[in-house]
C-alpha cells in the first residue's frame, strides 16, 4: 500500500476579471498580458469571502468525493500564504467549521510549493500508518494582497481553493516519488512586503525555468521511469513561458501538459491540484495514468512528484 488521492474538491469564486477588464483600470492590454503569461481571465473573490471558506468549500467536497466524513480525517494541512488572520491557522478555522475531531491541524507557508510539500508531508503520516486519512488543502485570497496598480504582477493572479484526501491505495499508484527544496538567499526576488506581494520577474523568471525542469526530471528517475513514460505534465500555473520550458525539458507532446492558467491565471498553493481535478473531471486524466507535479513559489521554494492517479 503507498499514499495515493482519495477524493478531491474545489472552490472557484464567481466574479470572473479579464484581460478587457484590466485594460479600463491599468495600462496593460490583453494582447500583452496573453502573449507574456498566458492568462485570459481570472477569479476574484468577493469581500465577504476569505480563505477559510474558500478552504471549507473545497474541503467538504473532497470528504465527499471519497466516500468520508469529516470524523474520517485524522490532519489537515492547509497550503497558504493568505490566512484569514496571522493566527489562528486556516487548517484550525477549517478543522471547527468541518466539525472534525480535535485532531492535529496546521498551515504550511511554502507560497505557490505549498500543495507539493502538503502532499509529501501527508505521504510521510500514511506510510507510516501514523495516519488513515489526510485532508491536504491549497487555498489562496491573492487578491487581498495585489497591488491593483503595478500593472507587473496584478493581471497575473486569482483566488481558488482545491483539496485532496490522502490515504492508502493499491499498490503502484499514489505517489511514486517527491522532491522538495528551498532556497531562502533567493527571498528577495519574490515576497509580500507591508501589504502587497513584490516580485523581480526577470530572477524569478530564471528560477522557475532552470528548477522545474530540473526538479521534474528527478522525479522521473527516482521513480525509475523514463520520460516516455509520463502521461501528464501538470505544472504550476504561473506563466505559460515556464510552463512550456519545463515541457520541453522533458520532450513531452504539448497535448500531454494540463493548462488551466487561461482561465484561472496564477492561484498560488492552488494551482496544480485545481489543474489536476480539472483534468480529472474532464475525463482528460483516468485510472492509472503517470503524471508529473512540479511548482516554485516564494522563499525561494520547489516541490515536484511523479503520481500514478488511481486508487
Same mark, same amino acid.
Given at each position: 500500500?503507498?499514499?495515493?488521492? /482519495?477524493? !478531491?474538491?474545489?472552490?472557484?469564486?464567481?466574479? &470572473?476579471?479579464?484581460?478587457?477588464?484590466?485594460?479600463?483600470?491599468?495600462?496593460?492590454?490583453?494582447?500583452?498580458?496573453?502573449?507574456?503569461?498566458?492568462?485570459?481571465?481570472?477569479?476574484?473573490?468577493?469581500?465577504?469571502?476569505?480563505? %477559510?471558506?474558500?478552504?471549507?468549500?473545497?474541503?467538504?467536497?473532497?470528504? @465527499?468525493?471519497?466516500?468520508?466524513?469529516?470524523?474520517?480525517?485524522?490532519?489537515?494541512? &492547509?497550503?497558504?500564504?493568505?490566512?484569514?488572520?496571522?493566527?489562528?491557522?486556516?487548517?484550525?478555522?477549517?478543522?471547527?467549521? /468541518?466539525?472534525?475531531?480535535?485532531?492535529?491541524? !496546521?498551515?504550511?507557508?511554502?507560497?505557490?510549493?505549498?500543495?507539493?510539500?502538503?502532499?509529501?508531508?501527508?505521504? @510521510?503520516?500514511?506510510?507510516?500508518?501514523?495516519?488513515?486519512?489526510?485532508?491536504?488543502?491549497?487555498?489562496?485570497?491573492?487578491?487581498?494582497?495585489?497591488?491593483?496598480?503595478?500593472?507587473?504582477?496584478?493581471?497575473?493572479?486569482?483566488?481558488?481553493?482545491?483539496?485532496? &484526501?490522502?490515504?492508502?491505495? %493499491?499498490?503502484?499508484?499514489?505517489?511514486?516519488?517527491?522532491?522538495?527544496?528551498?532556497?531562502?538567499?533567493?527571498? #528577495?526576488? /519574490?515576497?509580500?512586503?507591508?501589504?502587497?506581494? #513584490? !516580485?523581480?520577474?526577470?530572477?524569478?523568471? #530564471?528560477?522557475?525555468?532552470?528548477?522545474?525542469?530540473?526538479?521534474?526530471?528527478?522525479? &522521473?528517475?527516482?521513480?525509475?521511469? #523514463?520520460?516516455?513514460?509520463?502521461?501528464?505534465?501538470?505544472?504550476? @500555473?504561473?506563466?505559460?513561458?515556464?510552463?512550456?520550458?519545463?515541457?520541453?525539458?522533458?520532450?513531452?507532446?504539448?497535448?500531454?501538459?494540463?493548462?488551466?492558467?487561461?482561465?484561472?491565471?496564477?492561484?498560488?498553493?492552488? %494551482?496544480?491540484?485545481?489543474?489536476?481535478?480539472?483534468?480529472?473531471?474532464?475525463? @482528460?486524466?483516468?485510472?492509472?495514468?503517470?503524471?508529473? !507535479?512540479?511548482?516554485?513559489?516564494?522563499?525561494?521554494?520547489?516541490?515536484?512528484?511523479?503520481?500514478?492517479?488511481?486508487?
Amino acid at each position: 500500500m503507498s499514499a495515493g488521492i /482519495l477524493g !478531491m474538491g474545489k472552490f472557484i469564486p464567481e466574479h &470572473v476579471v479579464t484581460n478587457t477588464d484590466l485594460e479600463k483600470v491599468m495600462d496593460t492590454s490583453d494582447e500583452w498580458i496573453r502573449t507574456r503569461t498566458g492568462i485570459e481571465e481570472r477569479r476574484i473573490a468577493d469581500d465577504d469571502t476569505d480563505t %477559510s471558506d474558500m478552504a471549507f468549500a473545497a474541503a467538504e467536497q473532497a470528504i @465527499q468525493n471519497a466516500g468520508l466524513t469529516p470524523a474520517d480525517i485524522d490532519l489537515i494541512l &492547509v497550503a497558504t500564504v493568505t490566512p484569514d488572520h496571522p493566527f489562528p491557522s486556516v487548517a484550525c478555522l477549517l478543522q471547527d467549521r /468541518l466539525g472534525a475531531r480535535t485532531i492535529p491541524a !496546521m498551515d504550511i507557508s511554502a507560497a505557490c510549493s505549498g500543495f507539493m510539500y502538503g502532499m509529501v508531508t501527508a505521504k @510521510q503520516f500514511i506510510d507510516t500508518d501514523t495516519f488513515r486519512h489526510v485532508l491536504v488543502v491549497g487555498v489562496e485570497k491573492l487578491s487581498k494582497i495585489t497591488d491593483w496598480e503595478d500593472r507587473g504582477t496584478a493581471v497575473l493572479f486569482g483566488d481558488a481553493a482545491a483539496a485532496a &484526501v490522502l490515504g492508502h491505495v %493499491s499498490d503502484g499508484k499514489g505517489i511514486l516519488s517527491f522532491e522538495l527544496g528551498a532556497d531562502g538567499s533567493g527571498s #528577495k526576488y /519574490l515576497y509580500q512586503d507591508d501589504k502587497f506581494i #513584490k !516580485m523581480n520577474g526577470r530572477e524569478v523568471f #530564471k528560477f522557475a525555468v532552470r528548477q522545474m525542469g530540473e526538479s521534474a526530471v528527478h522525479v &522521473v528517475e527516482k521513480a525509475g521511469l #523514463k520520460k516516455e513514460d509520463i502521461d501528464y505534465l501538470i505544472p504550476h @500555473q504561473a506563466n505559460i513561458r515556464i510552463m512550456e520550458a519545463s515541457r520541453e525539458r522533458l520532450e513531452i507532446p504539448e497535448e500531454k501538459m494540463i493548462k488551466t492558467i487561461q482561465k484561472y491565471g496564477n492561484t498560488s498553493a492552488s %494551482s496544480i491540484p485545481l489543474a489536476l481535478l480539472d483534468a480529472v473531471e474532464s475525463g @482528460q486524466i483516468t485510472d492509472g495514468d503517470l503524471i508529473v !507535479m512540479v511548482g516554485f513559489g516564494g522563499g525561494l521554494t520547489w516541490g515536484a512528484l511523479t503520481l500514478r492517479w488511481g486508487k
